[in-house]
């Protein structure tokens, strides 16, 4: 196992009477996006929250490259909470160099890494103001410079994305991106499901305090697939309609979704289709993650 | 960045965490243009209020006497008094009756002293008690100090505890409500150990409340030996480097006490629900050395109750009711509660810190 890589195994956490967290397992691998999804009060939140030791779990373990996660190792994490804090009356550079600094880089380290890093983000020219007086977009920058100051090795973003335009998404996804193919091991969770979807190698589905699904993205989709079709005529496309062992999901004119109970029905319909002419489209169809993550939770 | 990772040259210590947390106390602390002005103006306040003291002590308007020759060399010979010589008796009461001078001194043939007073319509006293005869007064028990005095140093002492101790018990409980409002407080306690970050907000209100005390010392030094009251510095000198002894211990404290109080709250507005006991605790050694500075028995008692025993103990030294060894055995008590503070204090602050929304209960921030 590789020193970065990130397990949980049997997480659980209640308060009082109610269970929020029941027996979490699952991994965050070094070089790897790894979404993080799940309804609100799935239990997103309260996991990072033990993985980053502000939290204590009843039971389970966190290990990082196969030993318990130590204190000292905590400060190689970068977290970014689900509700946005940084001292509303202190500049932003300073704000990011005191926290470089409390993870243990020298005062000239620490500012030479806020400055270029707060560039990178597009920051460069706010450095002096107070972070009180940012845009939310800005604030949320000026967050996300906080996480990643210490270059860590282990990255927790509760909602990296919530409150950025477009334009701030990509510029996150980029960094996020870069550190990933730096080496570092990231978990982030999002309400977002298309930039997750768009972002993520890896996927955790939460629900309820348990884990519903984990895997690579690709994984997750076969295993979801629910061979599904759509075949495009330039014809009428409703003789599948009598077709043994194919399921009209939706039907208009010359297209038509399908779901069929084989690869083989699929072959025989697409040999059909030619034979009858006209085909302009046969395209298996992949589940979305919002399709996935309905049926999951579901 | 673009640059590879590379790791902290060193990971912090928890002293290096805890000082990285003073100094940011401190440095927003000076920041504040509320805080430095007000701090100014309580340093002018003091100032002004040493000089005036001392200049008032010091040069009382001499009263006007009109006194003929005879009699001038006898009135001149009093303290405070300016002369104004006359030809005759007639010249004087002119001079008394015109309101020049408070009083006139003529000479009298028959009585027994050879002079005589003359006032327009009250008897000034202090000419009169200057020229009687008094028989010699031996007093067995002297006063240690003026009561006046012993007031004022007591009400001194009580003002200057309560100021400090309410300002930077206020600032350190806002500064933990702030990081708990705005949730910095994750991103730290991410970081650093609680008990450092708890230590660091301590540390640098203690130092700030300590500068104030010690700038409020030293200007009060000052002014004594400007205005010549040198009598009174040398008096006052001990029990005021005993205050800040004192004073540095309680302010630890109730800085963790204040610290655990506001962190079961959520939101500034709630800051006054829990620190209310506390604000009552630093507002009673005030009342209480203001209403029994002069009975021994409730001094001795709050000397050594380590709330009041920074305002009690030097007002005690300073009248001179304290043996040496009793600020010893107060330090000691005060030493031990300030312990116990910091641990109840981090336990309800390491509890409580995480926990948004309604104010947490005392008992469950105990329990944890």
Same mark, same amino acid.
């Given at each position: ?298 | ?131 009687? /005869? #008094?028989?010699? !007064? @031996? =007093? *067995?028990?002297? +006063? ?10 007591? &009400? %001194? ?23 708990? /409002? #705005?949730?910095? !407080? @994750? =991103? *730290?306690?991410? +970081? ?10 301590? &540390? %640098? ?23 010549? /009251? ?139």
């Amino acid at each position: 196992m590789s020193s970065g890589h990130l397990h949980l195994e049997g997480i659980t956490k209640s308060y009082g009477a109610r269970t929020v967290l029941d027996g979490i397992r699952f991994d965050v691998a070094p070089g790897r996006l790894t979404g993080f999804v799940g309804g609100n009060g799935a239990g997103k939140t309260t996991t990072m929250r033990i993985i980053l030791g502000v939290l204590a779990a009843d039971a389970g373990t966190v290990t990082l490259g196969g030993s318990a996660v130590s204190t000292a190792d905590r400060r190689r994490f970068g977290y970014m909470p689900e509700e946005r804090g940084l001292y509303p009356k202190m500049k932003v550079l300073e704000q990011v160099v005191y926290l470089a600094r409390l993870h243990g880089f020298g005062k000239t380290d620490a500012t030479a890494r806020a400055t270029a890093l707060l560039e990178e983000l597009g920051l460069g020219e706010r450095l002096n103001d107070n972070i009180e007086s940012l845009s939310l977009g800005n604030q949320q920058r000026a967050q996300i410079a906080a996480a990643l100051v210490h270059d860590p090795e282990v990255l927790i973003l509760d909602e990296p994305f919530s409150g950025l335009d477009p334009l701030a998404v990509d510029v996150v996804a980029g960094v996020l991106q870069t550190r990933a193919a730096q080496g570092a091991s990231i978990l982030f969770s999002s309400h977002q499901l298309d930039v997750v979807e768009r972002l993520c190698d890896d996927l955790i589905i939460i629900a309820g305090g348990e884990i519903r699904a984990a895997g690579s993205r690709e994984q997750l989709r076969e295993q979801h697939s629910s061979l599904r079709y759509r075949l495009t005529t330039a014809g009428d496309a409703g003789w599948l309609r009598s077709e043994p062992g194919v399921q009209v999901v939706d039907f208009e004119g010359g297209t038509a979704l399908f779901d069929v109970d084989g690869a083989h029905t699929a072959e025989r319909v697409l040999r059909d289709a030619v034979a009858r002419g006209g085909v302009t489209g046969f395209t298996p169809q992949h589940p979305s993650l919002a399709q996935i993550f309905k049926e999951v939770i579901a | 960045m673009t640059n590879a990772p590379t790791s902290p040259a060193a990971s912090t210590s928890p002293a290096q965490a805890v000082w990285l947390v003073a100094e940011r106390e401190i440095g927003s602390k000076l920041r504040s243009k509320a805080f430095m002005i007000s701090t100014g103006i309580l340093l002018l306040i003091a100032l002004a209020g040493v000089l005036i003291g001392g200049f008032a002590s010091k040069s009382p308007t001499p009263d006007a006497v009109a006194a003929t020759s005879e009699t001038a060399a006898a009135v001149e010979a009093l303290p405070n008094v300016k002369v104004t010589e006359v030809a005759d008796r007639a010249a004087a009461e002119k001079l008394v009756l015109d309101d020049e001078v408070i009083a006139a001194v003529v000479p009298a043939t028959g009585d027994p002293l050879g002079i005589a007073i003359l006032a327009k319509d009250d008897a000034p006293t202090a000419l009169v008690m200057g020229l009687s /005869q #008094t028989p010699h !007064v @031996e =007093l *067995l028990k002297p +006063a240690d100090t003026n009561p006046f005095v012993r007031y004022l140093v007591a &009400i %001194g002492f009580g003002i200057v505890f309560l100021m400090a101790a309410s300002t930077f018990g206020g600032t350190i409980a806002q500064s933990v409500v702030e990081e708990k /409002q #705005t949730r910095v !407080v @994750e =991103l *730290l306690i991410s +970081a650093i150990p609680t008990r450092a970050l708890l230590a660091g907000k301590v &540390i %640098g209100n203690t130092v700030l409340a300590m500068a104030q005390i010690v700038l409020l010392a030293a200007i009060a030094v000052v002014g004594l030996i400007v205005t010549g /009251q040198d009598e009174l510095l040398a008096g006052i000198g001990a029990p005021v480097l005993w205050f800040a002894v004192f004073f540095l211990f309680g302010f630890i404290l109730l800085a963790s006490l204040y610290a655990a109080a506001a962190a079961m709250v959520s939101r500034q507005e709630d800051i006054g629900s829990t620190t209310m006991p506390l604000m009552m605790l630093v507002m009673a050694p005030y009342f209480l050395v203001i209403f029994f500075n002069d009975n021994p028995l409730v001094l001795t008692i709050m000397s050594y109750v380590p709330f009041s025993a920074p305002v009690a103990m030097p007002v005690r030294l300073f009248v001179g009711e304290a043996q040496w060894w009793e600020p010893l055995l107060s330090l000691v008590i005060l030493l031990a509660t300030c312990i116990a503070a910091i641990l109840v204090g981090a336990k309800i602050y390491q509890n409580s810190l995480l926990r948004m929304g309604a104010r947490v209960k005392l008992g469950e921030a105990l329990r944890g």
